[in-house]
């Protein structure tokens, strides 16, 4: 599976990294790149695909905000 590229914005002192949601088979290369981004917080906006353990295991916040009605995640 070909993954877009993380996004990143920034406004005033915040910065924000928008990726593509992981499974559990990809997971140890995505937390290797927000690790590479400096990510302290994850927010998770779609329904998970991974155990988030790992992710915080390497120092990452996982927060979970749930299904958002009417979401296009890509699969």
Avoid: R
Wanted: aromatic content about 10%; proline content about 5%.
């Amino acid at each position: 599976m070909n993954c877009p590229a993380p996004v990143e914005i920034s406004y005033e002192n915040m910065y924000f990294l928008i990726t593509h949601n992981p499974t559990n088979a990809t997971l140890n290369k995505f937390t290797e790149e927000l690790k590479k981004y400096g990510v302290m917080t994850l927010v998770q906006v779609c329904d998970a695909t991974y155990d988030k353990a790992p992710v915080e295991k390497e120092g990452i916040h996982v927060l979970d905000w749930g299904t958002c009605a009417g979401c296009t995640c890509f699969d």
